[in-house]
Protein backbone atom coordinates (compact mmCIF):
# COMPACT_ATOMS: atom_id res chain seq x y z
CA UNK A 1 0.00 0.00 0.00
CA UNK A 2 2.93 2.24 0.76
CA UNK A 3 4.60 1.65 -2.32
CA UNK A 4 1.86 2.51 -4.02
CA UNK A 5 1.13 5.71 -2.23
CA UNK A 6 4.79 6.66 -3.16
CA UNK A 7 3.55 6.06 -7.30
CA UNK A 8 0.99 8.10 -6.61
CA UNK A 9 3.08 10.51 -5.24
CA UNK A 10 5.64 10.53 -7.60
CA UNK A 11 3.27 11.05 -10.73
CA UNK A 12 1.32 14.11 -8.83
CA UNK A 13 5.02 15.85 -8.67
CA UNK A 14 6.02 15.65 -12.12
CA UNK A 15 2.49 16.72 -13.09
CA UNK A 16 3.78 19.69 -11.07
CA UNK A 17 0.41 21.13 -9.65
CA UNK A 18 -1.34 20.57 -13.21
CA UNK A 19 -3.65 17.82 -11.72
CA UNK A 20 -4.77 20.23 -8.91
CA UNK A 21 -5.34 22.92 -11.22
CA UNK A 22 -7.56 20.83 -13.42
CA UNK A 23 -9.89 19.19 -10.39
CA UNK A 24 -10.42 23.19 -8.89
CA UNK A 25 -11.74 23.83 -12.25
CA UNK A 26 -13.45 20.98 -13.09
CA UNK A 27 -15.03 21.25 -9.20
CA UNK A 28 -16.38 24.54 -10.00
CA UNK A 29 -17.84 23.33 -12.71
CA UNK A 30 -19.55 20.53 -11.48
CA UNK A 31 -21.06 23.05 -9.09
CA UNK A 32 -22.43 25.65 -11.00
CA UNK A 33 -24.42 22.39 -12.31
CA UNK A 34 -25.55 21.95 -9.56
CA UNK A 35 -26.79 25.61 -8.35
CA UNK A 36 -29.18 25.17 -11.88
CA UNK A 37 -30.72 22.08 -10.00
CA UNK A 38 -32.15 23.74 -6.98
CA UNK A 39 -34.85 26.28 -9.16
CA UNK A 40 -35.88 23.41 -11.18
CA UNK A 41 -37.52 21.82 -7.77
CA UNK A 42 -38.35 24.92 -6.19
CA UNK A 43 -41.97 25.90 -6.48
CA UNK A 44 -42.91 22.39 -8.52
CA UNK A 45 -44.02 19.88 -6.25
CA UNK A 46 -47.52 20.19 -6.81
CA UNK A 47 -49.34 16.58 -7.27
CA UNK A 48 -52.43 15.60 -8.72
CA UNK A 49 -53.98 13.66 -5.52
CA UNK A 50 -52.75 12.18 -2.26
CA UNK A 51 -51.57 9.58 -3.26
CA UNK A 52 -49.06 10.57 -5.36
CA UNK A 53 -47.87 13.00 -2.68
CA UNK A 54 -46.67 10.14 -0.85
CA UNK A 55 -45.09 8.15 -3.49
CA UNK A 56 -43.17 11.03 -4.78
CA UNK A 57 -42.46 11.93 -0.56
CA UNK A 58 -41.44 8.49 0.13
CA UNK A 59 -39.18 8.33 -3.06
CA UNK A 60 -37.62 11.80 -2.63
CA UNK A 61 -37.01 11.16 1.02
CA UNK A 62 -34.94 7.81 -0.23
CA UNK A 63 -32.96 10.58 -2.63
CA UNK A 64 -32.68 12.91 1.14
CA UNK A 65 -31.24 9.89 2.64
CA UNK A 66 -28.47 9.29 -0.53
CA UNK A 67 -27.59 13.05 0.21
CA UNK A 68 -27.09 13.11 3.96
CA UNK A 69 -25.05 9.68 3.91
CA UNK A 70 -22.88 11.97 0.43
CA UNK A 71 -22.18 14.59 2.96
CA UNK A 72 -21.19 12.71 5.65
CA UNK A 73 -19.03 10.82 3.89
CA UNK A 74 -17.27 13.56 2.49
CA UNK A 75 -16.87 14.70 5.90
CA UNK A 76 -15.20 11.75 7.16
CA UNK A 77 -12.66 11.32 4.36
CA UNK A 78 -11.87 14.65 4.37
CA UNK A 79 -10.20 14.80 8.09
CA UNK A 80 -7.66 11.63 6.84
CA UNK A 81 -6.40 13.70 4.00
CA UNK A 82 -2.71 14.16 3.87
CA UNK A 83 -1.62 17.37 2.89
CA UNK A 84 0.51 16.28 -0.29
CA UNK A 85 -0.18 17.26 -3.40
CA UNK A 86 -2.80 14.39 -4.11
CA UNK A 87 -4.39 14.63 -0.69
CA UNK A 88 -4.99 18.86 -1.09
CA UNK A 89 -5.85 18.25 -4.95
CA UNK A 90 -8.81 15.37 -3.64
CA UNK A 91 -9.75 17.17 -1.35
CA UNK A 92 -10.55 20.66 -3.08
CA UNK A 93 -12.73 18.01 -5.33
CA UNK A 94 -14.53 16.51 -2.02
CA UNK A 95 -15.42 20.00 -0.98
CA UNK A 96 -17.18 21.01 -4.04
CA UNK A 97 -18.81 18.18 -4.24
CA UNK A 98 -19.73 17.75 -0.35
CA UNK A 99 -21.56 21.35 -1.33
CA UNK A 100 -23.57 20.14 -4.19
CA UNK A 101 -25.09 17.65 -2.13
CA UNK A 102 -25.83 20.28 0.56
CA UNK A 103 -27.61 21.90 -1.97
CA UNK A 104 -29.16 19.01 -3.23
CA UNK A 105 -30.19 17.81 0.48
CA UNK A 106 -31.64 21.53 1.35
CA UNK A 107 -33.95 21.54 -2.19
CA UNK A 108 -35.30 17.94 -1.18
CA UNK A 109 -36.08 18.66 1.73
CA UNK A 110 -37.67 21.30 1.11
CA UNK A 111 -39.97 20.16 -1.79
CA UNK A 112 -40.81 17.38 0.90
CA UNK A 113 -41.81 19.66 3.46
CA UNK A 114 -44.20 21.53 0.92
CA UNK A 115 -45.69 18.34 0.07
CA UNK A 116 -46.95 18.12 3.49
CA UNK A 117 -44.20 15.37 4.38
CA UNK A 118 -41.13 14.80 6.83
CA UNK A 119 -37.51 15.17 5.90
CA UNK A 120 -35.82 11.95 6.40
CA UNK A 121 -33.36 13.51 9.16
CA UNK A 122 -29.04 12.56 8.81
CA UNK A 123 -27.77 9.93 10.91
CA UNK A 124 -24.67 10.64 12.71
CA UNK A 125 -22.69 7.98 10.75
CA UNK A 126 -23.25 5.48 7.47
CA UNK A 127 -22.23 1.95 6.96
CA UNK A 128 -19.03 2.27 4.44
CA UNK A 129 -18.20 -1.38 4.97
CA UNK A 130 -19.57 -2.87 1.74
CA UNK A 131 -17.40 -0.73 -0.08
CA UNK A 132 -14.33 -1.06 1.96
CA UNK A 133 -14.87 -5.19 1.78
CA UNK A 134 -15.41 -5.03 -1.89
CA UNK A 135 -12.14 -3.31 -2.55
CA UNK A 136 -14.10 0.09 -4.04
CA UNK A 137 -11.83 2.32 -2.20
CA UNK A 138 -10.91 2.83 1.60
CA UNK A 139 -9.87 5.15 3.89
CA UNK A 140 -6.39 4.28 4.30
CA UNK A 141 -4.88 7.02 1.63
CA UNK A 142 -5.40 9.99 -0.47
CA UNK A 143 -5.56 7.71 -3.54
CA UNK A 144 -8.23 5.29 -2.15
CA UNK A 145 -10.27 7.73 -0.39
CA UNK A 146 -10.58 9.00 -3.92
CA UNK A 147 -11.60 5.52 -5.34
CA UNK A 148 -13.98 5.48 -2.76
CA UNK A 149 -15.86 8.93 -3.11
CA UNK A 150 -15.82 7.49 -6.92
CA UNK A 151 -17.96 4.57 -5.87
CA UNK A 152 -19.80 6.70 -3.88
CA UNK A 153 -21.01 8.88 -6.74
CA UNK A 154 -21.59 6.19 -9.05
CA UNK A 155 -24.19 4.47 -6.98
CA UNK A 156 -25.80 7.84 -6.06
CA UNK A 157 -25.92 8.51 -10.02
CA UNK A 158 -27.54 4.88 -10.73
CA UNK A 159 -30.09 5.30 -8.02
CA UNK A 160 -31.27 8.35 -8.65
CA UNK A 161 -31.85 7.11 -12.54
CA UNK A 162 -33.41 4.26 -10.71
CA UNK A 163 -35.79 6.29 -7.98
CA UNK A 164 -36.83 9.13 -10.73
CA UNK A 165 -38.82 6.64 -12.80
CA UNK A 166 -41.25 6.23 -10.16
CA UNK A 167 -42.00 10.03 -9.35
CA UNK A 168 -45.78 10.93 -10.60
CA UNK A 169 -45.00 14.25 -10.49
CA UNK A 170 -43.27 15.51 -13.87
CA UNK A 171 -41.56 18.82 -13.00
CA UNK A 172 -40.16 16.14 -10.02
CA UNK A 173 -38.87 13.89 -12.67
CA UNK A 174 -36.82 16.72 -14.74
CA UNK A 175 -35.51 18.01 -11.70
CA UNK A 176 -34.33 14.42 -10.23
CA UNK A 177 -32.57 13.91 -13.61
CA UNK A 178 -30.86 17.23 -13.15
CA UNK A 179 -29.14 16.12 -9.71
CA UNK A 180 -28.58 12.45 -11.31
CA UNK A 181 -26.84 14.32 -13.67
CA UNK A 182 -24.63 16.19 -11.70
CA UNK A 183 -23.68 12.92 -9.43
CA UNK A 184 -22.11 11.47 -12.61
CA UNK A 185 -19.98 14.42 -13.35
CA UNK A 186 -18.64 13.87 -10.06
CA UNK A 187 -17.90 10.73 -11.17
CA UNK A 188 -16.62 11.84 -14.36
CA UNK A 189 -14.65 14.40 -12.36
CA UNK A 190 -13.13 12.29 -10.03
CA UNK A 191 -12.10 10.32 -12.40
CA UNK A 192 -10.48 12.52 -14.75
CA UNK A 193 -8.33 13.71 -11.83
CA UNK A 194 -6.95 10.52 -11.03
CA UNK A 195 -6.31 10.54 -15.31
CA UNK A 196 -4.61 13.50 -14.72
CA UNK A 197 -2.35 11.66 -12.26
CA UNK A 198 -0.88 9.13 -15.23
CA UNK A 199 -3.18 6.50 -14.52
CA UNK A 200 -4.49 4.86 -18.20
CA UNK A 201 -8.18 5.54 -17.63
CA UNK A 202 -10.97 7.37 -19.65
CA UNK A 203 -13.26 10.25 -17.60
CA UNK A 204 -16.48 8.41 -18.82
CA UNK A 205 -15.95 4.51 -19.47
CA UNK A 206 -19.11 3.83 -20.82
CA UNK A 207 -22.06 5.38 -22.55
CA UNK A 208 -24.41 5.21 -19.54
CA UNK A 209 -24.36 5.54 -15.34
CA UNK A 210 -26.17 2.40 -15.11
CA UNK A 211 -26.05 -1.07 -12.67
CA UNK A 212 -25.06 -3.09 -15.97
CA UNK A 213 -22.15 -0.43 -16.16
CA UNK A 214 -21.02 -0.20 -12.77
CA UNK A 215 -18.24 -2.08 -13.11
CA UNK A 216 -16.89 -0.08 -15.89
CA UNK A 217 -16.80 3.10 -13.76
CA UNK A 218 -15.49 2.24 -10.19
CA UNK A 219 -12.08 1.59 -9.62
CA UNK A 220 -10.29 -0.73 -6.97
CA UNK A 221 -7.81 -0.93 -4.46
Request: no cysteine; glycine share 8%.
Amino acid sequence: MNRRKSEWLGRARRAQGLSRRQMLTGGAIVGAASVLSVPLIAGTADASTESDRRNDIEILNKALFYEHAAIWAYGAAAGKLTGSNVGNAVKAIALANQADHMQHRDALANVIRSLGGTPVQAETSYDLSSYLQRGEGNLDSDVNIAKLALALETDAAIAYSQEIAMLKTPALITAGASIGSTEASHATLIRAAIQSLGVDIQPVPASFVSAETRNAWILTV
